[in-house]
């Protein structure tokens, strides 16, 4: 954990969300421009944009200035970021803010308002379907809702990327997928259709899905929303252990803080009102310093 407040690759504070005066002596001008808000700080509530991301040589996964609406409602703006291999990184913010969608943007299933999104520095908007598909299949992606196939077992429902994606025979196919459900500690349940499971071995085994193919990211939407508090942990000792011993690279919409806190090198959060990023940085760093009002309140718990 990082302990000071000073600039850092991974502490990156935006203008509206900036370190507690006392965790600077110098003046405003005399700071970084990194921690200096460039002209007038935006009225809190309003969308910051991100003046101070940092930039990463080949970013696994970015956006840049991505704006997203469904008709008139405008769910952000000014939205970006970088996320380098074997990071894990978290999005953050109350229900409706948008971390479903963003997620979605970023695999190409939306199309952005504006700006753009890239993985492994292809535009998924803009490449030819051969390239798209490619990629596609490089991404394991869970849904928040988990959407395993209701007429398959869990072991099938595990299996099916591998049958799409790969050329392996079916004994191998069904060797690599009992190996991810063992990941997830559901070795047992292999044959069990999901309705004969409960809500967190759904989440479970959607993440082995996920992983079927060893994709070098991972999507994950509420991976442990719902899972008893030990199964949470070991699910974030397996996102953790990934990242570092495989260079996974993972971006979790999450909720659960302390699994944030775990887990997390960088987060941003994203706010309904301010129509985009309220904070971007070290979860710890945001524990610690954040002065949002919103982003003090998530971290510590607290009503606004
Ligand atoms: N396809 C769509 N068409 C129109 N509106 C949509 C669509 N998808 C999402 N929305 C709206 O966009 C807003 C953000 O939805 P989203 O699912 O991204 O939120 P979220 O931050 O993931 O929330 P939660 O924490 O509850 O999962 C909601 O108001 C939702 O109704
Ligand atoms: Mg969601």
Redesign the pocket.
Known sequence: MRETPDASPRGTILPGESRAAAATDQPAADRPATDQPATDPPAMGEAVPDATTREVENPVVEARGVAMA??A?T?FRDVSFQVERGEVFVIL????????????LMIGL?EPTAGETRILGEDLQTARADDRRALLARLGVMW?SGALFGSMTLLENVMLPLEEHTRLPRAAREQVARVKLGLVGLSDAADRLPAEISGGMAKRAGIARAMALDPPVLFL??PSAGLDPITSAGLDKLIKDLARDLGTTFVV?T?ELQSILAIGDRCIM?DKQAKGMIAQGDPRELRDHATHPTVRAFFRREAI
Do not use: A, M, P, R
Not at 93 to 104: E, F, H, M, Y
């Open positions: 469904f008709g409602n769910l913010g109350g229900s409706g803010c948008g971390k479903s969608t963003l997620l979605k939306y928040q939407d509420e919409v909720h994203l």
